[in-house]
């Protein structure tokens, strides 16, 4: 991470939030930024989620506010970044899904370019 331009953070939903593998890699790579001149600060971050049902959002504010208290800069996309899918595979026949995770990629890359231009 420390080595890294832009990171995509990626989670399925637990109980509405990110699991707590992620959350344990947001808590160690947050403190551990700090503790050494902020290394994850004006990094590209972006977050992605794939969920059954519910709580697609809430997991993916979890991953935004860490982007945002380390100093990253987060963009956007067409929707949020989230797509559905019980299985590995299924977000593939999320047509939306896909759009919105395409976007986020071309929006991404355009900002590290422009960031590093
Ligand atoms: C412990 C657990 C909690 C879950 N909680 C939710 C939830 O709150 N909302 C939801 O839509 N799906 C929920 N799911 C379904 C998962 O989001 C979905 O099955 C996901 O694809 C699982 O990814 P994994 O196979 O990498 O664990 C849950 C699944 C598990 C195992």
Redesign the pocket.
Known sequence: MAEADGILLGS??????V?AGMKALIERSGFVSRANGNVLRRKVGAGVI???????NHALSSINFFFLITQMIVPGSSYWNMAI????G?VLADEEGMQTMKTLGENMAWLLQKIHA
């Open positions: 399925p939903v637990y109980f509405s939030d699991t794939a969920v059954r049902r519910a709580g697609s899918g019980r299985h590995p299924d």
